[in-house]
């Protein structure tokens, strides 16, 4: 059984990264918080008496189904309501969010980038990448999130999202053939 300290070490571990999964997500920071904690909160409330070992998978299944949950009110509310400044305000938000900033600021081999213009080139190419990640579809981008930015393997994934391995293995396998061809077009070669 999970301790309050083990319990608070593994959040503070994981928030980071599930507030940017959830950002790819839902595109906007103040859903992707909100979600981020109502998962944290129902992984304290309801699992927090089980083994550490198995909290990860118990919080990354809370947090794609909080996601869904998101998707599903903003449905239903968009069914009801249409707010122009809402649609307006959303097409400025991505533009302003940094993917792997920290790559984006040294090298492949570890040393800083030497001139204002390799920043520039590779904030334009993490750019890209991150435009083309919020293309993908939603499966898609869940399953590729989970296995290269999470580093989860393919069971963990098909656990979290629930589906099958094969499932997971073709959602990745199409992500990366969508992401490739696409960088490929704008002359991006990883």
């Known amino acids: 059984m999970a301790t309050e300290q083990e319990l608070s070490d593994f959040l503070k571990s994981v928030e980071k990264r599930a507030f940017k999964r959830s950002l790819f997500h839902v595109r906007d920071e103040e859903a992707a918080l909100d979600i981020v904690q109502d998962s944290m909160l129902k992984l304290a409330q309801h699992y927090g008496d089980k083994p550490v070992a198995e909290l990860p ?13 998101w998707f599903r009110r903003q449905k239903t509310q968009n069914a009801v309501f249409t707010r122009m ?3 307006e ?9 940094d993917w792997l900033e920290t790559y984006a600021q040294s090298n492949p081999d570890g040393e800083t980038a030497s001139s204002a213009q390799d920043l520039t080139e ?8 991150e435009k083309e990640i919020q293309e993908l579809p939603p499966r898609q981008r869940e399953a590729f999130l989970m296995r290269y930015w999470e ?17 997971v293995k073709t959602h990745c396998f199409r992500a990366i053939q ?13």
């Not at 334009?124 to 990448?129: A, E, F, M, N, P």
Request: proline share 0%; aromatic share 4%.
């Open 57 to 69: 998978m118990l919080f990354q299944r809370i947090l794609s189904n909080s996601t869904l949950d």
């Open 85 to 87: 400044s809402d649609l």
């Open 89 to 97: 305000a959303s097409a400025g938000e991505d533009a302003e969010f």
């Open 122 to 129: 590779r904030a334009q190419i993490l750019q890209s990448i």
């Open 151 to 167: 580093e989860m393997d393919v069971a963990e994934t098909a656990a979290a999202m629930g589906c099958s391995e094969g499932s």
């Open 178 to 190: 969508t992401l490739s061809k696409a960088l490929k077009a704008k002359g991006i070669e990883l």
